[in-house]
């Protein structure tokens, strides 16, 4: 990050005293005091600029746009041809320690952007723009590409609108921060973010181990060919740029691992350099007509293997093969995959009174993807508590919001608690608007308040962030059919399974009510029995027996009907199915197959009252008539 004074020959030979005056109070009262803020190091000052190292290209963007924000306030008042004003470039690139200096390409990138940016502006690198996306809320412009000396190809450009960015950019993202440190060891790549144009050097500071971190190295091509060094590298770039796709951890850009291609790797002393507490490491190899490819994920600190996988498929489409596997383990990665799994087993060892506001959301996080209502219960307390020690936690927000919801799955009052899911989904968007899981969660909210065309824009908006998520993929399943394409809900729900066959047990709802929806009665069937009895819902249990009811299994659907009654005695097929977030189609298909299970029909009066135009069943209609 090269930030520069504009005009400053020109300040120093009208009043040198004077300039260096208020240069001097401007870093010390101003600048120092954020970039301390933000978790940066000043390194070097430099005349008429700064040195300074971040561990996080997020942080070192969050910074500038503080940095410039604060430096325009401070010198709003100053007469114009004496006010101090910067420009900031900010690059993710190659650099080489060499004593006390830092050279390399990565250098003369940051240094051209400063060159290019406006004066008071910020301008970032291509490979900043694709670390952060996904992670900071931010209207950004693309300005080009541009050449740099001595390096082959332009480089793209973006600026940083600044008067679009949001207050809240101005806070420390501390849960982000935590798990974005990167290497800054001599002769490795790393993010540098740098304020100044000069030497350049970094010493790393932070704890060996960063949390929730991961770095991709180089899959070993096993067999040598140069096709089968090709595929491994693009399963490994592919990866990266996947998982970055996950607001959940921070994943190591290409650089910074590339320098361990074919070499012995020492998985502790990876962690250790990269900063990182997970490392995922695999092979390729062609045998025949066969390519057989191994990944597997191991804790940098014990050095223990907390997941692995083998693929074998034909060796033909190699392009096919390579996508189809980078999201089969993307899937099983990221999301509420093995990784946050294990963060969250991670944060169960911890004593309460010493967890931070991000394993705080890991805990509630585990609970709601097995809830009960007393896991619910104690997830919302465990989001509330995460929320107050930092507010701009989007993730906290979004699964918040989710556990309000599930509550009224065993019982809570929709009246009430809906209202409250509402209100963390349009903040969890607020927060990070290019968080998926926040436009999701969103899209579920006002869809279930009867507004389909948002809701399905909202979902659409999810899967344009995040393409590859199998949780956002069985999350829009369930609500297909209500956007007016049952087929596509069961297409969705196929693929979120093939991505991710663990899935967790609250998942199955949206997944089962998906193949419900589009008459795949033995797969919704499949999904519902295999869901713990303890997870399963108001809505699991009605929707079992009416599964059995449409696949003609009248002595079992008798008996989940029973099983569902024994818990909610005053179910009736009218009442469940004027339940909000139904389209007419559904509301008619439920309370017919609701009722074939043996369920009452006819809701009580005062249970439709609220319903501006209750959908009846015509033999409640005519007893209705008979009563009058």
Known sequence: MVADIVGYSRLIDKDEAGALTAIRELRVGVIEPIIREHD??????????????????????????????????????VPGDER???????????????????????VNVAARLE???????VLISGTVYDHMRGKLALPIDFVGKQPVKNISQPVRAYSVRLEGAKPGLGLKFRARRSRSLLNAAAAALIALPVIGAGLWWTIPTEPALAKSA??????????????TSRLADGIMEDIITDLARFPDFTVIARNSTATYAGKPVDVRKVGQDLKVRYVLEGSVQRDGDEVRVTAQLIDAASGEHVWSQRWTRPAGEVFKVQSEIVREAVNQLGGSGVIMAAESRAAQRKRPQSLSAYEKYLLGRDRILTPTKERLDEAIVLFREALAKDPTLARAWVDLAWAYDQSIGYGADFAEVHPLSLMAARRAVEV???????????????????????????????????PGSADILALYSGWASTFGDPQKGA?????????????????????????????????????????????????????RAATYAALDQADNAKAATSDALKRYPDLTAEGFANDPG???????????????????????????????????????????????
């Open 214 to 227: 991961v770095a991709v190295l180089p899959f070993d091509n096993l067999g040598r060919e140069d096709a």
């Open 432 to 466: 990070d608007p290019m968080d998926a899981g926040a436009h999701a969660v969103l899209g579920n909210m006002v869809a279930t308040d009867g507004d389909f065309v948002q809701g399905k824009a909202e979902y659409e908006t999810a899967l344009r962030l995040n």
């Open 491 to 543: 297409e969705l729900a196929d693929e979120a399974v093939r991505l991710n066959p663990n899935y967790p047990p609250a998942q199955s709802g949206a997944l089962s009510y998906a193949y419900f929806m589009a008459d795949r009665y033995q797969d919704a069937l499949r999904i519902i029995e295999r869901q713990p009895a303890e997870n399963r819902t108001r809505y699991g249990w009605v929707l």
């Open 40 to 77: 940066g190091r000043l390194i070097k000052l430099m005349g008429d600029g700064l040195l300074t190292e971040f561990h996080s290209a997020v942080d070192a963007v969050v910074c500038a746009i503080a940095m410039q924000k604060a430096i325009a306030a401070n010198q709003a008042s």
């Open 582 to 628: 139904f389209n007419d189609r559904e509301r008619r298909k439920l309370a017919e197959t609701i009722r074939d299970a043996g369920f009452p029909p006819c809701a009580k009066p005062e249970q439709l009252a609220r319903i501006e135009k209750p959908m009846h069943l015509p033999e409640c209609v005519e007893a209705a008539d008979d009563a009058r």
């Open 84 to 106: 101090i004003a910067y420009r900031i470039g900010i690059n993710l690139g190659d650099v080489v320690v060499e004593g006390d200096d830092i050279l390399g390409d990565g």
């Open 115 to 121: 060159q290019l940016c406006p004066v008071g502006g």
